[in-house]
């Protein structure tokens, strides 16, 4: 396809979006909630199907030799189809925040000044392996108003097309515009050039994917960009904490997954449990293959640890990779955070309210955790039925993005027969 055709095929998907935002804007709680549980019903139905699918992008990416952790990315079993289904359940049982009203209060001229919750629109959304955004995206933005165009890596190209069918199906029964939520077929790179400049017709873009793809949509974006980089979340654990409740919190947030943006990179112990603990963990990790970089004292205490470079604190390994700092006390744990971090999500394990508190408040992180592996940071555990995204912006939305996140707000203001003296 040559980049006439991608312009011509990119703005009739532009304007068929806009169209079907202005219905979708309008579209009722039990329209919206209607096409979700009849998505969530054809995924399970199709379950075989979609795995089948899966199964074909797969066996394609590992004869590319792409590595282990966006392999892991885009791996869809029986388990992950299931979770989608639930998604899209938990996103219809969810209040609907479309025409809420806040704030409302009486103003000394009389008139009533309130906000009410409204659509963004158009939302793009383009997204490297992880085929589950494909049916997370949809839902979200179908019940919070918008219309949304999904631009799928090539990778997941026939994971995608197999879900979006199902998506299709949903929003046919219940009566809604198909291109509430259109899919690009094509891999072309030139598609997400197009999407991320039609200001005319896309009111947001949503990247999700590797630092190299995200960082290309916020230089070259001229539609809004909600967005986080890295991922390099961290756990402290204070001389205070419970060494015990620290071991598995630990093993979780580096070992359940490793290619995810809120798995484990960086490892903060207090000087004062260091010896007690590090051996103890270090053993635990280095039995499942992790291989682990620390600095001289933790060196000291861990035998086969590499000595971390600078560069190791500013990296997302994504990865069986740990970097471990020994550190003399919680401020000058929050003081690497601050240094190195990536302001995604970090977390502390101790049983002192002071040093808890403390660090919940002085961690500009969009998620910041007491005693809780960094793997919680996600929009279906913080019951949002799903997240279109991880935001470490702190403009519109931050942390998990859910519904109020793809929505905006607007000014009403209620009187009878008022004017201005």
Request: charged share 20%; aromatic share 4%; hydrophobic share 45%.
């Amino acid at each position: 396809m040559n980049s006439t055709d991608i312009h011509s095929m990119m703005q009739a998907l532009g304007q068929a979006a806009r169209a079907a935002a202005q219905m979708t804007a309008k579209a009722s709680t039990a329209t919206k909630n209607q096409a979700l549980t009849v998505m969530a019903a054809a995924i399970r139905r199709d379950e075989q199907l979609l795995v089948a699918a899966n199964t074909s992008d797969l066996a394609l990416a590992r004869s590319k030799g792409l590595d282990a952790a966006l392999i892991d990315r885009l791996t869809l079993t029986a388990e992950g189809v299931a979770t989608m289904a639930d998604g899209l359940e938990q996103i219809a049982a969810l209040p609907d925040p479309i025409g809420a009203i806040s704030d409302l209060s009486y103003r000394p001229s009389g008139i009533q000044v309130g906000r009410m919750r409204v659509p963004l629109g158009v939302i793009g959304i383009i997204y490297e392996a992880r085929p589950n955004v494909t049916a997370d995206a949809a839902g979200l933005c179908l019940k919070a108003g918008n219309a949304a165009i999904l631009r799928g890596g090539s990778e997941a190209m026939q994971s995608n097309q197999a879900i979006a069918a199902c998506v299709q199906e949903g929003l046919k029964v219940a009566g809604l515009p198909e291109h509430a939520v259109q899919v690009i077929n094509t891999p072309d790179r030139a598609a997400v050039g197009e999407l991320i400049t039609m200001q005319e017709y896309v009111d947001i873009i949503v990247p999700r994917g590797g630092k190299g793809l995200i960082e290309r949509i916020a230089n070259e974006a001229r539609v809004p960009v909600i967005k986080h980089l890295d991922g390099i979340c961290h756990i402290y654990i204070d001389v205070y904490a419970d060494l015990e409740k620290a071991l598995h919190i630990v093993d979780n947030a580096k070992t359940q997954r490793y290619g995810t943006c809120n798995t484990l990179e960086t490892l903060l112990v207090h000087a004062g449990v260091a010896q007690q603990f590090l051996p103890v963990i270090g053993r635990l990790l280095q039995g499942k293959k992790v291989e682990l970089r620390g600095d001289q004292a933790a060196c000291a205490l861990l035998s086969g640890t590499k000595l971390a470079s600078e560069e190791d604190w500013r990296t997302e390994y994504l990865a069986p990779i740990l970097s471990i700092r020994v550190v003399a006390d919680i401020n000058q744990a929050i003081e690497h955070i601050t240094r190195y971090g990536s302001q995604h999500t970090d977390a502390i394990v101790t049983e002192n309210y002071a040093h808890a508190r403390q660090f919940l408040r002085e961690v500009d992180s969009s998620s910041v955790m007491v005693n809780a592996s960094t793997r919680f940071a996600d929009g279906f555990e913080y019951g949002l039925g799903a997240e279109i995204g991880i935001s470490t912006d702190k403009l519109h939305a931050r942390g998990p993005v859910g519904l109020n996140g793809l929505t905006s707000e607007k000014y009403i203001v209620l009187g009878d027969g008022h004017i201005r003296i």
